[in-house]
């Protein structure tokens, strides 16, 4: 069986797929130690990590009422007639997820060759369902004025991406920002995995110190995800936490697979009735679930949220959303796609990463197309670290990826079934191989690791990249903008004799080297600016050379190995 797959792996890698994805074997420049099953296994693996979102996006997203309409204000959750409405629209929104992740992670794989998935952010579906449309459509901004407003944010996104000014603005964050926003979405999505709604449930809601230690049956929460007892009996909170545990010895032992075998061990056993772990408990709730996933195959067609979109833009409340979500995906996205590049090992000595510039024009791309399924704005996945982790270093993981989702639009009821508890035991292991990465912050100047630690911290605890990014950011300014002023005008250099010092030398440079192209995309460089090109050629030659003549870093494991270095 070995040598089969081998063989196959081997003309895969030969074929002109082998080539395009850079696969080993293939001969190309620059190719990457992995394989065609390697990236199947990888793809798989994101795929279940990231499942959740399928329902869990489809459910926050309902909750604004989807342009149905209410008979009257303050009854909307009384209104048999509204509430039946909005079972529609989530059973759409569910289709809709499925068709977008599908459709955004193929041609992430297939134009940027990165094995990074798309789906939509639960922080912006929060935002649109929360704060911008309301619960039930209460806060002025109806459903399809902001989806509108969310398109042509979307289009202002792609032509920034396309002159380059995402790219440019990604090379000029502080290197120790860089690293605190891998290790800040490693403990975010630790933060996730430990959660109720995607994860074990080891965390649960506190009126007085807003978290507590959770791991009670579900049947003991309260509506805010408090448990109102029997902490830590939970028999899925054990479940969990054994495939935890199972992931992290194969993958001690270098075993193939291991997040996807760990998933699936704590999937399946969760679709037998009647254990104290089953997903389908004997209630009218675990009932209907079962019916559900007893049809194996169900198709819907979406009659609500297909091109639902109005450009009525008059409305300021309207124009005010669409500013912050630009602002919001600038920071978000661009952050998440740079930490998922950096924790596949893909950024180089300037701070790019190869395949950026399609990478960034086909994520804004996705924000526009999204809307036409009635998604809020689609985002890098941070789970894609996960098939990372599984050996995962082409587009085709996030191809395979893209090819479950579309399955799981025929094939929703079993794909829609993997429990919360299956999938969080891999995003805390992600987690733990992500947060490695702090041994690269610069903690020997305060004006460096203050920064740096404010990202890291801030992400997970306010459920948001972009606000760790605009914490780490704005502190980074204001502490070293202070300090430039206090050394200038007072002269407290370091010098010998000082009585204050601020050692300029062990601060690093704020942003990577520059290759003199601003922020003009390469496609312009090449064909209007030959002196540009040529001389940034020479100057990358030179970083070369440089790193040629440095001690040999750590590389990425091999696909043997199956884990990554961070």
């Known amino acids: 069986m070995v040598k089969f797959l081998d063989d196959i792996n081997e003309k895969v890698a030969k074929s002109t797929v082998g080539r395009y994805f850079k696969l080993k074997g293939s001969g190309v420049e620059k190719e990457r130690d992995t394989t065609f099953f390697t990236e199947f296994r990888a793809g798989a693996t994101t795929y279940v990590t990231m499942a ?121 964050i502080p290197p120790s920002i860089k690293v605190a926003a891998g290790a800040g979405i490693g403990l975010f999505l630790t933060h996730i995995g430990l959660q109720y709604s995607a994860g074990v449930g080891l965390i649960s809601h506190s009126p007085a110190t807003l978290v507590d230690i959770g791991g009670c049956p579900i049947s003991a929460l309260d509506d805010l995800k408090g448990c109102k007892g029997q902490q830590m009996q939970s028999p899925t909170f054990w479940l969990g936490t054994i495939g935890f545990f199972l992931i992290v010895i194969l993958m001690n032992y270098k075993v193939k697979g291991s997040i996807l075998i760990g998933v699936l061990f704590v999937g399946i056993l969760s679709w037998f009735r009647n254990t104290p772990w089953t997903y389908f408990p004997s209630t009218p709730a675990g009932d209907a679930s079962f019916a559900y996933f007893s049809k194996v195959v169900d198709l819907h067609k979406m009659e609500k949220t297909l091109f639902a979109l109005n450009f009525d833009l008059t409305s300021g409340s309207v124009w005010s959303a669409l500013v912050i979500f630009l602002f919001v995906d600038i920071l978000d996205t661009t952050g998440t796609l740079y930490s998922m590049a950096r924790f596949g090992g893909y950024v180089d000595e300037f701070g790019d990463f190869e395949g950026s510039y399609p990478a960034f024009i086909i994520d804004a791309f996705c924000i526009s197309l999204g809307t036409l399924f009635g998604m809020p704005p689609m985002t890098a996945y941070i789970e894609s670290g996960a098939g990372i982790s599984e050996g995962g270093k082409t587009g085709l993981t996030a191809m395979f990826a893209s090819i479950f989702f579309f399955l799981s639009i025929f094939f929703a009821p079993v794909f829609a079934s993997l429990p919360a508890w299956a999938s969080g035991p891999a995003l805390v292991f992600v987690g733990a191989l992500m947060i490695g990465s702090v041994v690269e912050i610069n903690w020997n100047y305060l004006g460096d690791s203050v920064p740096a630690f404010l990202t890291i911290a801030i992400m997970p605890l306010t459920y948001s990249i972009a606000y760790g990014l605009i914490g780490g950011l704005g502190s980074y300014i204001v502490l070293n903008c202070i300090i430039w002023l206090i050394d200038t005008l007072l002269g407290f250099t370091g010098e010998k004799g000082s009585k204050y010092k601020s050692d300029q030398t062990l601060r690093e440079p704020w942003r990577a080297e520059d290759d003199g192209t601003f922020f003009a995309p390469a496609w312009f460089v090449r064909k209007y600016m030959p002196k540009t090109q040529a001389k940034k050629m020479e100057l990358r030659q030179k970083v070369l050379d440089k790193t040629a003549e440095a001690p040999e870093s750590v590389p990425l494991k091999s696909e043997e190995e199956t884990t990554v270095v961070v």
């Open 52 to 172: 959740y979102i399928v329902a869990v996006n489809a459910i926050i997203v309902s909750q604004s009422g989807g342009g149905c309409v209410c008979n009257g204000p303050g009854i909307c959750d009384k209104d048999p007639e509204y509430l039946a409405c909005v079972d529609v629209v989530r059973r759409d929104l569910v289709t809709g997820t499925a068709a977008m992740c599908a459709i955004a992670s193929f041609l992430m794989g297939l134009g940027a060759n990165l094995p990074i998935c798309l789906a939509p952010g639960l922080g912006g579906s929060a935002y649109f369902t929360f704060t911008v449309v309301g619960f039930f459509g209460t806060k002025g901004v109806k459903f399809k004025d902001a989806l509108a407003a969310i398109f042509i944010e979307g289009l202002i996104f792609m032509v920034l991406s396309i002159f380059g000014i995402r790219q440019w603005l990604a090379r000029h």
